[in-house]
């Protein structure tokens, strides 16, 4: 089944440590994008990338970080400069610019 | 500046009863509109989107949504509720910049009485 698989479902990380989330889709979407979730606020865009090798800023980039090596993997990294990291995160792809974008499951990340 | 807004936070319905999800939208040109849901815990999940033509667009679930231009608004409705319903509900409009990223509403939490 084609879709977008985010790991892990939970995640715990202790305060000053980096950590990374995966994010791997197999539709062969061009654009990927990752999502911050916070109860009340709807969802902001982290960072985004349309293309292989190329990614960019969206609302709230600091304190994140990104790669895109291959189309199918994006994953995402919660450094330690991130002063309030404990949300769900929600990774997105889509075909292109302005069509429907497919969710994966999400990550809860629990600073502790 | 693009932004989509969701007036009710929280709505009650009882099942069987019809539902309608307001959203009204502020954007330059034609929207591409989409209503997702979202299960607890859970990613989004599309509902149904306008891009163009008929303005009135089904989607899965039974539910439909109405784009009316002069009022800017993209409102979902489905003529009777079921308990399965009870989620949260997010309007969204997609950007014409920041690699067309998808705009979204605060979001609508349905809850349904037996």
């Known amino acids: 089944d084609g879709g977008i698989t985010q790991s892990p479902k939970y995640l715990f990380r202790k305060e000053g440590q980096n950590v990374t989330l995966s994010c791997e889709q197999n539709?062969?979407?061009?654009?990927m994008y990752w999502y911050r979730q916070d109860p009340g606020q709807g969802l902001r865009l982290i960072y985004y990338?349309?293309?292989?090798?190329?990614?960019q800023k969206g609302d709230i980039a600091e304190g994140y970080s990104v790669s895109r090596e291959k189309k199918e993997s994006f994953p995402l990294t919660v450094t330690s400069a991130q002063k309030n990291p404990t949300a769900f995160y929600l990774c997105?792809?889509?075909?292109?610019?302005?069509?429907?974008?497919?969710f994966g499951q999400g990550t809860r990340l629990t600073v502790v | 500046a693009q932004s989509v807004t969701q007036p009710d936070i929280h709505i009650t319905v009882s099942e069987g009863a019809s539902l309608e999800l307001r959203c009204n939208y502020s954007?330059?040109?034609?929207?591409?509109l989409f209503w997702y849901v979202q299960s607890p815990g859970q990613g989004l999940q599309l509902l149904l989107k306008?891009?163009?033509?008929?303005?009135l667009v089904q989607g899965i679930k039974g539910f439909e949504a109405e784009f009316k231009r002069s009022q800017s608004s993209f409102n979902l409705r489905k003529p009777s509720v079921h308990w399965s319903d009870a989620a949260e509900y997010f309007c969204?409009?997609?950007?014409?910049?920041?690699?067309?990223?998808?705009?979204f509403g605060q979001g609508t939490e349905l809850s349904v009485k037996p």
């Open positions: 997105a792809s889509s075909i292109g610019v302005g069509t429907e974008a497919f």
């Open positions: 539709l062969n979407h061009d654009a």
């Open positions: 990338s349309q293309i292989v090798n190329d990614f």
């Open positions: 954007y330059g040109a034609t929207p591409y």
């Open positions: 306008y891009f163009s033509g008929d303005t």
């Open positions: 969204a409009v997609a950007s014409y910049n920041q690699g067309g990223k998808l705009i």
